[in-house]
């Protein structure tokens, strides 16, 4: 079975600065897709990231970037210059690669942006 | 941009009660997700549905069903509530072959 840690239940940054969002998982598959979604207070989830294990280049997308370590199984968001609307919910999710569907998540890491 | 709507933010039940969670997706996804979402413990899949009759259990599928009888609407069914399925529930949709999922806005549920 495949399990996704968020080892950090709760953080913090203060706006403008970086904040580093940890994740591992667990898995046998070779082929998977790892990805970060933001659930804001308003609570629609978003995918932030995603991430396809094939690929050895870290994905971005604007002030987000992810450092995939496949070996380690580690799969960390960064969040440069915060601001105060990523504020949020964030969970790391799993999804083994051919026909599955699944998503397995993690707990949650709840990030907070002070002004 | 995906749509997905489901159809009560809020939602109080009695024990025992049957309750139906409605869930609607605009862009035409072959795969449909319930999930429920409670502290501690993230989200985890109840059940999914790759097409239209057809459904695939989740990780805790236990006091819940599902329907789908159109393409676009896949609904939860609690066949008699109880107070430990209080929490929050949420839908998603993907097309077949693309991983990413999209969500709808949760329905919190309290089952008194």
């Known amino acids: 079975a495949q399990t996704v840690t968020q080892s950090q239940p709760e953080m913090s940054v203060q706006e403008a600065e970086t904040v580093t969002l940890s994740c591992t998982y667990d898995?046998?598959?070779?082929?998977?897709?790892l990805f970060w979604y933001k659930q804001p207070p308003s609570r629609q989830m978003i995918l932030v990231i995603r991430q396809e294990a094939y690929k050895q280049q870290n994905a971005t997308e604007n002030r987000f970037s992810v450092n995939f370590q496949k070996a380690a199984k580690s799969f960390s968001l960064k969040i440069s210059d915060s601001q105060l609307g990523d504020t949020a919910m964030y969970f790391c999710?799993?999804?083994?690669?051919?026909?599955?569907?699944?998503?397995?998540f993690g707990t949650g890491t709840r990030l907070t942006v002070i002004p | 941009d995906v749509k997905v709507t489901q159809s009560s933010r809020y939602l109080v039940k009695r024990t025992g009660e049957k309750v139906f969670l409605e869930c609607v997706q605009d862009m035409d996804h072959e795969n449909m997700f319930w999930y429920r979402q409670d502290p501690g413990l993230g989200l985890r899949l109840i059940y999914f549905s790759y097409d239209v009759k057809m459904k695939e259990k989740g990780d805790i599928p236990e006091g819940y069903s599902v329907s789908r009888e159109k393409k676009e609407r896949f609904s939860l069914i609690l066949e008699s509530a109880s107070t430990n399925q209080t929490s929050m529930y949420l839908c998603a949709s993907s097309r077949q072959g693309v991983k990413t999922q999209y969500f709808g806005p949760g329905t919190r549920l309290l089952v008194l």
């Open positions: 898995t046998s598959e070779n082929n998977y897709y």
């Open positions: 999710a799993f999804m083994k690669g051919g026909g599955a569907n699944n998503l397995f």
